[in-house]
């Protein structure tokens, strides 16, 4: 699944100092030429992480030729999520997993993940703004439902899906543990930084043990900045 937009957050650092190399105002050509320095170029651009925006930021005065615009910032490139949802369990409906990306950088402003922070602004309803999505086929590809006889058992699966990445597994999970006649076991192994806060579809795995008991499915947890490591 995949979005497009458009957005100058994404523009490499490396071209800040191309900014400058187009006048011929003296400050800015002896801004350019300061730029050329490797250290200097690193500590201005590639350290603090600082795209083209932000240095319009601190030069406010600086002026951009149009014909110059959409080369500085070019289209963002498509978004890719893992679908997380089964279609027998939810038909015609899409579920996504999208961690919302905040974070800070050496810069006094906070950097803020465009597409995640957009869906998470808009809002859901009648009004609600629509999303131009299009779905094509996944990276992975999962084992046939059955192995061997009607009567043997099908090798367990073991899945290892560390954050976001615990997304298509669910969806693979909810669609194989919908089958009743499916005799195979599950054992996910999934990672986050806290329990509490990034453990996704704790709920939903606590209720797949419930439902179908440890002999069919099994989820083992690693919480890096938790003080105790826990293990469901």
Known sequence: MRLRGRSSSNSPRQRCGILFSLFSDPFFTGLYFFLQGQEDRFDYCNRPR????EVLYDFPHLRV???FLFDLFPPIKPRSFSIASSAAALPGKIQLL????????????????????????ISIGSGAAKVPIWVRPGAFAFPSSSVGGANEESPPMIMVGPGTGVA??????TEQLLQQQQRRRFVLFFGCRGQEKDYYFRSEWENLIRTH??????????FSRDQVSSRG
Do not use: Q, T
């Open 65 to 67: 030729p149009l014909d």
């Open 50 to 53: 600082r795209n083209c925006l």
């Open 98 to 121: 999208v961690a919302v990306v905040r974070y800070r950088s050496k810069l006094a402003a906070p950097r803020l993940g465009l597409c995640s922070n957009f869906l998470a602004r």
């Open 213 to 222: 008991g440890h002999d069919r499915f099994r989820i083992v947890c690693a």
């Open 168 to 173: 298509p597994f669910r969806s693979y999970l």
